[in-house]
């Protein structure tokens, strides 16, 4: 792992064998990173309202997944900024087809977060959030029924009952984000707010970022971008109607791994 951006003095005396001396480990020469490294590289900023930064990959050619999995797209060190996103994280939002679509289960407790989710004033584990409109999810899942951390479901009001009652008996927490079927994006995290998450991360899936984006919640995309082609017809990383104006992003930081590149934006 190396950084490319920002450059500072400091990266650039590391990587020429320069200033820094050999001892102090630099950030532009390409060695691995510890997970405690990984973290401060990715820590949230100090707000007090709900920051939304949304953790997703894609192929040189725009594919979110290839043959309905992100997985045949990633890699090791993007697993692990996966790994390390979560560890930093309240609460992960996910879309209902994702969890079906990739079996999600609950997010585990890291040993290497422990100390500092711990001083942060967070649980072992992030909850994992559920937006879904039909909850058309199997309840008897491990998610449901075993999380370290309840599972969330946010719904609208107009959910069906039965499925609701469904849902909260398997241990879910229930949290109506919307008027009908669906879930207000803006009002989803107004409400994961005031359950006290601040620090949120999505995991898309597309449909859910498309929403996200055009509702102007998101704040914070880290992009891992793929050194792959794929060709075919994947979604992109955000889908659904487009807003007017092309929403404006400022790069923050980019890492490097194995070709594997690693963005971070911010919202403008
Ligand atoms: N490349 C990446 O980083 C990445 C990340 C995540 C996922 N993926 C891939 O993306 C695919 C799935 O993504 P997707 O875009 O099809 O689905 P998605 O966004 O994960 O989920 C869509 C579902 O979420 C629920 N939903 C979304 N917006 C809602 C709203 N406003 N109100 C209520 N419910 C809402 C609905 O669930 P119900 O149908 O239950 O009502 C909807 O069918 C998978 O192939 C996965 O592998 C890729």
Avoid at 2 to 22: H, K, W
Avoid at 83 to 103: F, H, I, K, S, W
Avoid at 125 to 134: H, L, T
Avoid at 156 to 163: K, L
Wanted: net charge negative; hydrophobic share 45%.
């Amino acid at each position: 792992m190396r950084r490319l951006f920002p450059v500072t003095d400091e990266t650039v005396a590391g990587a020429s064998g320069g200033a820094r001396g050999r001892d102090a480990p630099d950030d532009a020469t390409d060695r691995g990173w510890g997970l405690e490294e990984l973290a401060e590289a990715y820590a949230y900023p100090d707000v007090h309202e709900p920051w939304l930064r949304a953790n997703m990959v894609s192929t040189l050619d725009g594919a979110a997944q290839h043959e309905g999995h992100s997985q045949p797209i990633s890699s090791e060190a993007d697993m692990r900024i996966f790994g390390t996103l979560r560890g930093l994280a309240d609460v992960v939002l996910v879309g209902a087809e994702t969890v079906r679509q990739e079996g999600y289960r609950p997010a585990r407790a890291r040993e290497a977060f422990a100390a500092l989710r711990e001083a942060a004033g967070q649980g072992p584990a992030p909850a994992i959030a559920v937006v879904s409109a039909s909850l058309d999810l199997d309840f008897a899942l491990p998610l449901f029924t075993s999380p370290l951390v309840p599972t969330l479901l946010l719904t609208g009001a107009a959910a069906a009952p039965d499925r609701i009652a469904a849902a909260e008996k398997a241990g879910a927490q229930v949290v109506i984000a919307g008027d009908g079927m669906g879930v207000d994006p803006a009002r989803a995290v107004r409400a994961l707010g005031d359950l006290g998450l601040r620090r949120l991360l999505t995991e898309g899936g597309p449909r859910l970022l498309g929403q996200l984006v055009a509702s102007e919640v998101l704040d914070e995309l880290c992009l891992t971008i793929s050194p792959m082609l794929t060709v075919g017809d994947a979604q992109r990383i955000a889908g659904g109607p487009a807003p007017a104006v092309p929403k404006r992003f400022e790069l923050v930081s980019l890492l490097e791994e194995a070709g594997f590149l690693f963005s971070r934006y911010r919202r403008t």
